[in-house]
Every structure is written in structure tokens, then in C-alpha cells.
T-cell receptor, first 116, second 116 residues
Framework: KAGVTQTPRYLIKTRGQQVTLSCSPISGHRSVSWYQQTPGQGLQFLFEYFSETQRNKGNFPGRFSGRQFSNSRSEMNVSTLELGDSALYLC???????????????FGPGTRLTVL | AQKITQTQPGMFVQEKEAVTLDCTYDTSDPSYGLFWYKQPSSGEMIFLIYQGSYDQQNATEGRYSLNFQKARKSANLVISASQLGDSAMYFCAMREGLIVNNQFYFGTGTSLTVIP
């Protein structure tokens, strides 16, 4: 089974620009979650999508948004980039439903975003 | 208050020895799940082990075991027979609630170095 894939792996943008990151979950997984990881704040939950609907949301400004497509692929968008948005953005997939498989959340390799 | 606390920023262990990584959590929800992840320098988060709040026995997965002390709200990870490949960051995480919820709270992590 192929793992979670994220594209691009590295990205350099300047302040004020916008960026879109992509995540393809494991085949059959319907839940995709996004996290921001920075040295200062650690891993912080951004949001979760399940069956094309946002199911959970962390405490991030509206500049951070996402969506999920019918094939469960998800995109995350950050508008009006700030220096503080430089981070590793991790995507995780899970079945999203009850049962043992629900307890496993598989992460992708991440997209490292640098804002200059 | 922090949901997950990891008080050991860095740990060293001799190869083939056992090591315990500490994790305490804070929740008022009787239903929750506790997770440990490993993050090598490559950045990808690797799921190691899961413990549910209603599980009677401590979880084990190969060389990993979780020392779950519910009354003390601690969920320490024990790695037996450490290997050089165990050198990585280790994160403790929690998910709350009975309702399907994939919002994870992560600790700040412990950097483990295995010495040959």
C-alpha cells in the first residue's frame, strides 16, 4: 500500500504571496488532517477533512484554509504569507471511522515552507 | 494548561539498554486515546503505539510498550533493547472524546540519542 504523499516537498515563497500544498492519503482513507510544525510551537493541529467536509479545526487564522476532493486528496492554502508561517506542514491520513484502524494516523513526509 | 507534557528535551541511552520517555496528559474527558510517534531527522512521523483510556492492559508493539498509569495521567513509552536506529525525536499525543475526532494534541517531544 502506498503511503501518504505530499507535494511539493520544499517551497520558498515571499511575504504576501499565497501557497497551496497537496496531500494524497493512503488508498481507502477518508480522513486527512493537517499540522504545522515549528521549533517554537511544536506540532499544532490545523484542521481535519473527512468526506470532503471540514470536521475539526484548530486555532489558526482564516488565512489558513483547506479542502478535500471526492478522491480524498486534500489541499491546504495559506494566503498573505507571513515570516512566521515558515514551518514543516505535515499531512496525516486515517480511515476516519471507528475501529482499530481509526486509532492509526499515518503521516506524510511533509512540505517544508520557507517564507522570505 | 498543556494537554500533553514531555519534560525530557533530550535523553541518551546506551545501545541494547532500555529507556523510558515520560509523558503526562491533562483531560477531563473519560474517553481518550494516547499515541506515541517517532520522527527521524527525515521529518516523517512514524506511528509507534496506541493506548485507549478504557484499555485494561498496557499496550505493547514489539520493542515498544506503553506504561499507562491512569490515576497519575501518565503514558510513558518504554523502548527495550535500544538500537542505533532509535535515535530520533519522540512525540506523545492525545485525542479526546467518543465522537470521531482526529484533532491530536502533541507534546514538545523528546530527542533520543542511542550511543554505541
Amino acid at each position: 500500500k502506498a503511503g501518504v504523499t505530499q507535494t511539493p516537498r520544499y517551497l520558498i515563497k515571499t511575504r504576501g504571496q499565497q501557497v497551496t500544498l497537496s496531500c494524497s492519503p493512503i488508498s481507502g482513507h477518508r480522513s486527512v488532517s493537517w499540522y504545522q510544525q515549528t521549533p517554537g510551537q511544536g506540532l499544532q493541529f490545523l484542521f481535519e477533512y473527512f468526506s470532503e467536509t471540514q470536521r475539526n479545526k484548530g486555532n489558526f487564522p482564516g488565512r489558513f484554509s483547506g479542502r478535500q476532493f471526492s478522491n480524498s486528496r486534500s489541499e491546504m492554502n495559506v494566503s498573505t504569507l507571513e515570516l512566521g508561517d515558515s514551518a514543516l506542514y505535515l499531512c496525516a491520513s486515517s480511515s476516519g471511522t471507528s475501529g482499530r484502524s481509526y486509532n492509526e494516523q499515518f503521516f506524510g513526509p511533509g512540505t517544508r515552507l520557507t517564507v522570505l | 494548561a498543556q494537554k500533553i507534557t514531555q519534560t525530557q528535551p533530550g535523553m541518551f541511552v546506551q545501545e541494547k539498554e532500555a529507556v523510558t520517555l515520560d509523558c503526562t496528559y491533562d483531560t477531563s474527558d473519560p474517553s481518550y486515546g494516547l499515541f506515541w510517534y517517532k520522527q527521524p531527522s527525515s521529518g516523517e512521523m512514524i506511528f509507534l503505539i496506541y493506548q485507549g483510556s478504557y484499555d485494561q492492559q498496557n499496550a505493547t508493539e514489539g520493542r515498544y510498550s506503553l506504561n499507562f498509569q491512569k490515576a497519575r495521567k501518565s503514558a510513558n513509552l518504554v523502548i527495550s533493547a535500544s538500537q542505533l536506529g532509535d535515535s530520533a525525536m519522540y512525540f506523545c499525543a492525545m485525542r479526546e472524546g467518543l465522537i470521531v475526532n482526529n484533532q491530536f494534541y502533541f507534546g514538545t517531544g523528546t530527542s533520543l540519542t542511542v550511543i554505541p
